[in-house]
């Protein structure tokens, strides 16, 4: 079992005084996800994410990291959390360890769901997700980037952000340079080797051009103001 025994009493105690959640109905029906684009993967389940870096090469990686953010947001974020961030109904996946031990677990409640005394608290995925959903999501929410650390970055953050909105006198190398530098300060949670935080994201957009700057720019308002 991947659940610390202190994690576990912690979030079970916090469940239980939000267990009223789940009395307002029923878990409302998985969502289907596109997986164009990713390799597909057959009928029996893997038990190890094939979607890592190392594995499918980075394309397929990036790839399974953006289908996956869109699968985890209609299905998983109403319980596990905005980003992966729980606020306490479900446990917190990002710490779930990026390694077979971790994926075996994450399978098995994918799978299966999670039923207590009659009542659904966790929908079963599946069948009607399918695998190359299932490893797309695991591959976003091993990626997460640690929330401490992108909040200990705030302040250069916003002064990167605010000298890309003067794109014309702003030297694209040099602020490329910076947003990777801290990009490579910030962590997962799961031990996955790369964390898709939003100073990466916003690194990868800037070319030079005044658009990429905007897009960059705009990366970093939007993340940082989620991680409000
Ligand atoms: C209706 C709420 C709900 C939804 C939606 C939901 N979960 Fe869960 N999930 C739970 C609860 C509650 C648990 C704790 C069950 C237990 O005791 O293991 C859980 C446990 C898990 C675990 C085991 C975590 C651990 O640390 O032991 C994984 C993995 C998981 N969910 C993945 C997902 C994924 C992926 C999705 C979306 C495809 C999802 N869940 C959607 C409620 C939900």
């Given at each position: ?6 994690r ?84 917190d996946l990002r710490f779930l ?92 949670l799961s ?38």
């Amino acid at each position: 079992m991947a659940v610390s025994p202190f994690r576990f009493a912690a979030w079970a105690v916090m469940a239980g005084m939000a267990s009223g959640a789940f009395a307002a109905g029923p878990p409302v029906t998985p969502q289907a996800v596109d997986t164009t684009g990713l390799p597909e993967l057959g009928d029996e389940w893997l038990i190890e994410n094939p979607y890592r870096a190392e594995t499918a090469g980075e394309d397929v990686w990036e790839r399974a990291i953006e289908i996956g953010a869109s699968g985890y947001n209609q299905n998983c974020a109403r319980c596990h959390g905005i980003e992966g961030v729980s606020g306490g109904l479900a446990p917190d996946l990002r710490f779930l360890e990026a390694e077979e031990y971790g994926d075996e677990w994450y399978a098995e409640r994918f799978v299966n769901g999670y039923t207590q005394g009659g009542v659904t608290k966790m929908p079963e995925f599946g069948d009607l997700l399918g695998q190359e959903a299932a490893w797309a999501i695991r591959t976003y929410i091993e990626t997460r980037p640690d929330d401490q650390a992108i909040a200990d970055n705030t302040d250069a953050l916003k002064a990167l952000r605010d000298q890309m909105a003067e794109a014309s006198e702003t030297d694209a190398e040099a602020v490329r340079g910076e947003l990777i530098e801290i990009a490579e300060g910030i962590e997962t949670l799961s031990g996955a080797p790369i964390a898709d935080s939003i100073a990466r994201r916003a690194a990868l957009v800037i070319d030079g051009s005044p658009e990429g700057f905007k897009e960059a720019a705009e990366t970093l308002t939007i993340g940082l103001s989620a991680a409000q």
